[in-house]
């Protein structure tokens, strides 16, 4: 190999009387491709690391099965966030793998093919992807989680393009480190759990990985942690086990959900026993209509069926009071029954989100932007409703 890809893709380091071999990657170039595969084959390492868990790795040597999707189990089981969260980042990739016409974790693909090829050993070395996204979640602070969201959202309709020369800038270690330097001072709780405990954990699977010669393939990003990992003494097991917990939710979270509806709640009780009973009325009507017709005009924002539309309307004032239901749940369940998704959304669904206009043609994207519209409109009836509240007592 030459000198250039020595010295910027590959670090060399000896720990524990074993060669370890880093090849740092970005994970839709069609260089950090090629790099893997001519390192693999010029290194023959006995065994070959991914920057991949069981989930990831399934998906990536076996196309998603959307069709074997039960998205009304997905939605009982209130896990529809999460699937908006997968497919964001689905669209986000997609979109700039668009751009260089790598699939995204293509090279990790190249990692386990040659290494199956040269008869190395595979280990995934990541940690399991919901505990990482869990972990993320539960460790953001409350005030900060909006501010989450909102770069979710920003990156599902990301327009900025890239090539390869700017995918070889930011395997640079100089950018990389700026970039989590002010990813640390802006979001340290998400650095710290997307970056810093993946640098943890997958440092110790790297160093315990079997063999005299091990090439690990890892994103640029991960690169200088797990060097300064490496380098340091092994951590014992209590450490890496702390950081495959996924934490219990907060007392706050349990609480704060509940303080907006019963204060509702208390409002009513206290305006019906102690006040008038003309603006108890209204406020009552106003609660009703307010939730209703907002809970419903985000459904219909998100081209919901008309079914879907007039049962959220009837159930938002209900589920305004109740948190362990929201509209958005209601209204989700009613689409996938009257508007149910098609083999073809199920197939295109990958290609129909790289646009924005994808996410309300296709049937799948659209079920979830009801639960998003309905959850929103009912939540900004709830505080609107407030108006009429004060007036009771």
């Known amino acids: 190999m030459n000198d250039t890809l020595e010295s910027t893709d590959i670090t060399r380091l000896s720990v524990d009387n074993k060669e370890i071999i880093l090849v740092g990657t970005a994970h839709i170039s069609q260089r950090s491709v090629d790099i893997v595969s001519e390192a693999i084959v010029a290194e023959a390492p006995d065994t070959v690391c991914v920057e991949l868990d ?96 909102s770069m979710l959202f920003m990156g599902m309709f990301e327009t900025q393009e890239v090539d390869e020369e700017s ?78 917990v996924i934490p219990e939710k907060t007392l706050a979270s349990k609480v704060i959900p509940w303080i907006l509806p019963l204060i509702v709640i208390g409002v009513f009780i206290a305006g019906f026993i102690y006040g008038d009973q003309k603006a108890l009325e209204r406020a009552a009507l106003a609660w009703f209509l307010v939730n209703g017709i907002l809970g419903g005009l985000g459904a219909l924002i998100a081209f919901g069926h008309p079914l879907t539309v007039i049962a959220t309307f009837f159930a938002a004032p209900f589920t305004s009071l109740n948190p362990t239901v929201g509209a958005g749940m209601v209204a989700a369940l009613v689409q996938t029954f009257v508007a149910s998704p098609k083999v073809r959304d199920l197939e295109d669904i990958g290609e129909d989100i790289t646009e924005a206009s994808g996410w309300w043609k296709n049937r799948l994207s659209r079920v979830l932007l009801v639960f998003i519209g309905a959850n929103l409109g009912s939540m900004v009836g709830t505080y609107a409703s407030f108006y009429w509240l004060k007036d009771v007592l």
Do not use: C
């Not at 040597?61 to 997968?86: G, S």
């Not at 090829?117 to 399991?128: M, S």
């Open 167 to 244: 995918l070889e800038d930011l395997r640079e270690s100089h950018n990389i480190g700026e970039m989590l330097d002010s990813m640390g001072e802006s979001l340290p709780s998400i650095k710290g759990v997307l970056v810093d405990e993946r640098d943890v954990f997958m440092s110790d699977a790297i160093r315990k990985a079997p063999g005299d010669k091990v090439l690990a393939v890892i994103g640029a990003a991960h690169k200088r942690g797990i060097i300064e990992h490496l380098n340091m003494p092994q951590k014992d097991a209590t450490a890496i086990e702390e950081i495959e």
């Open 54 to 149: 069981e989930q990831r790795y399934e998906a990536l040597v076996n196309a998603p099965d959307w069709e074997a999707l039960d998205l009304k189990q997905i939605i009982r089981n209130k896990q529809t966030t999460f699937l908006v969260a997968r497919l964001a980042l689905m669209a986000f990739q997609k979109r700039m793998s668009n751009y260089t016409g790598v699939k995204p974790g293509a090279e990790m693909l190249a990692a386990v093919q040659k290494a199956d090829e040269l008869g190395a050993e595979i280990v995934l070395a990541d940690r399991d992807i919901r505990t990482t996204l869990l972990r993320a979640w539960r460790k953001t602070p409350f005030m900060k989680k909006a501010g989450l969201i």
